[in-house]
């Protein structure tokens, strides 16, 4: 079966620090991938999605960037953290068939102090 | 890019009674798929329902149901028998057929009273 894994569950860092968050998939191959982020009490912001290895397209401007060095690694990363950037953020996947739904991770908490 | 719209920030239903929450969207395709989501104070996003937009049956699951207008590009969720449990952050979502991109809406709460 298939499972996705993000880490870290919970986050603290100061302003101007780098950030990098992992998500791994196993179980499938060639999955879309996708970077959420969750503002308190908001809705999903589409960061990221990837449809293959070194395939990224970005969706807000911003100082994130994303990384997809393997078919089942998507890495979300920062040079220099912001106050804004403290959220929740949510790693997800779908099948390349386009009637499946996206499956989530359990996310990042994030705060940037 | 398509938009998922959700006009109802918070919504309130009796246990047991019915409750419907609105969702609508901005596309150009024909081919699509759309969803709802729930996420509970755990915050696990857990797929509620699907709907096919070439199907014209609305779907359901048990006490869920939609109703798919796709002239109107409307795709509301009803929840029949309301249940304590059913308590979240309910997202309507998108699946793009042309780039595999998916998009939510800004969620409804909803809040069942005993």
């Known amino acids: 079966s298939q499972t996705i894994h993000q880490w870290p569950a919970t986050l603290v860092q100061p302003v101007g620090s780098p950030l990098s968050l992992e998500c791994t998939v196993e179980?499938?191959?060639?999955?879309?991938l996708y970077w959420y982020r969750q503002a308190a009490g908001r809705g999903l912001q589409l960061l990221f999605y990837?449809?293959?290895?070194?395939?990224i397209s970005s969706e807000v401007p911003q100082n994130l960037s994303a990384s997809r060095p393997q078919d089942r690694q998507f890495i979300l990363s920062s040079k220099k953290l912001l106050l804004s950037d403290s959220g929740f953020y949510l790693c997800?996947?779908?099948?390349?068939?386009?009637?499946?739904?996206?499956?989530f991770g359990q996310g990042t908490r994030l705060t940037v102090v | 890019a398509q938009t998922v719209t959700q006009s109802q920030p918070e919504m309130s239903v009796q246990e047991a009674e019915t409750v419907t929450l609105s969702c609508t969207y901005d596309?150009?395709?024909?081919?699509?798929?759309l969803f709802w989501y729930k996420q509970p104070p755990s915050r696990q996003m857990i797929l509620v329902i699907r709907?096919?937009?070439?199907?014209?049956q609305n779907a359901t699951e048990n006490r869920f149901s939609v109703n798919f207008q796709k002239a109107a590009k409307s795709f509301s969720l009803k929840i029949s028998d309301s249940q304590l449990g059913d308590a979240a952050m309910y997202f309507c979502?998108?699946?793009?057929?042309?780039?595999?991109?998916?998009?939510f809406g800004a969620g409804t709460r909803l809040t069942v009273k005993p």
């Open positions: 997800a996947w779908s099948g390349p068939v386009i009637n499946t739904e996206a499956f």
């Open positions: 179980g499938t191959s060639n999955p879309n």
């Open positions: 990837s449809v293959g290895i070194g395939q």
């Open positions: 596309t150009s395709e024909s081919d699509y798929y």
């Open positions: 709907q096919e937009a070439y199907k014209q």
């Open positions: 979502a998108y699946r793009s057929t042309n780039n595999n991109d998916m998009r």
